[in-house]
């Protein structure tokens, strides 16, 4: 079955960086966008960044542009976020996801399949 296992979460400083990484299985991961989400306390799961199925085609939210980047390795079945400068506001869980289509939007509604997710914490 479909396994999405994320790893790379913890705390740092603002302005500290992390790199989160997500370990997909059990489909063809070349044939489908890939995404990064999250979810803050008390708030909605929102989209953060996509990622198309050749790795051409990135789309990031206007909170993390410029500052997070969303790359994949189809040969190790892994996709990746660098987080750059990050913010107190970019605490939350953060969750890889499967798209529907080989392509990729902004729509969290289009993303299917979760991991356990990976907490970040930023202190300011």
């Known amino acids: 079955q479909v396994q999405l296992v994320e790893s790379g979460g913890g705390l740092v400083q603002a302005g500290g960086s992390l790199r989160l990484s997500c370990a997909a299985s059990?489909?063809?991961?070349?044939?489908?966008?890939m995404g990064w989400l999250r979810q803050a306390s008390g708030k909605e799961r929102e989209f953060v960044a996509g990622?198309?199925?050749?790795?051409?085609?990135?789309i990031y939210a206007e909170s993390v542009k410029g500052r997070f980047t969303i790359s994949r390795d189809n040969a190790k079945n892994t996709v990746y976020l660098q987080m750059d400068d990050l913010k107190p506001e970019d605490t939350a869980v953060y969750y890889c996801?499967?798209?529907?289509?080989?392509?990729?939007?902004?729509?969290?509604?289009?993303?299917?399949?979760w991991g356990q997710g990976t907490q970040v914490t930023v202190s300011s």
């Open positions: 996801s499967i798209h529907k289509t080989a392509w990729g939007t902004s729509d969290a509604r289009d993303y299917h399949y």
């Open positions: 059990g489909y063809t991961f070349e044939s489908y966008a």
């Open positions: 990622i198309s199925w050749h790795g051409g085609n990135a």
